[in-house]
């Protein structure tokens, strides 16, 4: 079967468009699962272990920090949808910002 080179250089070109995507979607997922590794790590640091910080992500407990917890359960949704995406490039997946911080009063 002959091809063109015309078809054929399209074919390279989606192709390495196709792959840069995936590319692309695979740093943003490894971004957010350090990002959400990140802040379980301040949580240790502060004197929490991992297997409650693990407790407290699973069952959603409320004694904790919500800007905290909010924003690692951010991170990793956005991890888990961009890794979806991979397989489906075409997926667009809408970044949504962490909830804000509250405010540190400081004393003078």
Same mark, same amino acid.
């Not at 989606?14 to 943003?28: D, E, N, P, S």
């Not at 949808?81 to 809408?94: D, F, G, H, L, S």
């Given at each position: 079967?002959?091809?063109? &080179?015309? $078809?054929?250089? !399209? #074919?390279?070109?989606? +192709? ?9 979607? @695979? ?11 990140? &802040?379980? $790590?301040?949580? !240790? #640091?502060?004197?929490? +272990? ?9 069952? @959603? ?17 956005? #991890? ?13 997946? @809408? ?14």
């Amino acid at each position: 079967m002959r091809y063109s &080179l015309r $078809s054929l250089m !399209v #074919a390279v070109a989606v +192709t390495g468009i196709v792959l840069g995507r995936i590319a692309h979607l @695979k740093r943003w997922a490894e971004y957010h699962d350090r990002e959400a590794e990140r &802040l379980v $790590s301040e949580k !240790v #640091a502060e004197g929490w +272990t991992r297997e409650s910080v693990s407790q407290v992500l699973e069952r @959603k407990f409320d004694d904790w920090q919500l800007t905290t917890y909010g924003e690692i359960t951010t991170h990793l949704q956005l #991890a888990k949808e961009y890794r979806a995406a991979m397989y489906r490039p075409w997926t667009i997946v @809408k970044e949504r910002p962490p909830p804000p911080r509250l405010m540190q009063s400081s004393a003078s």
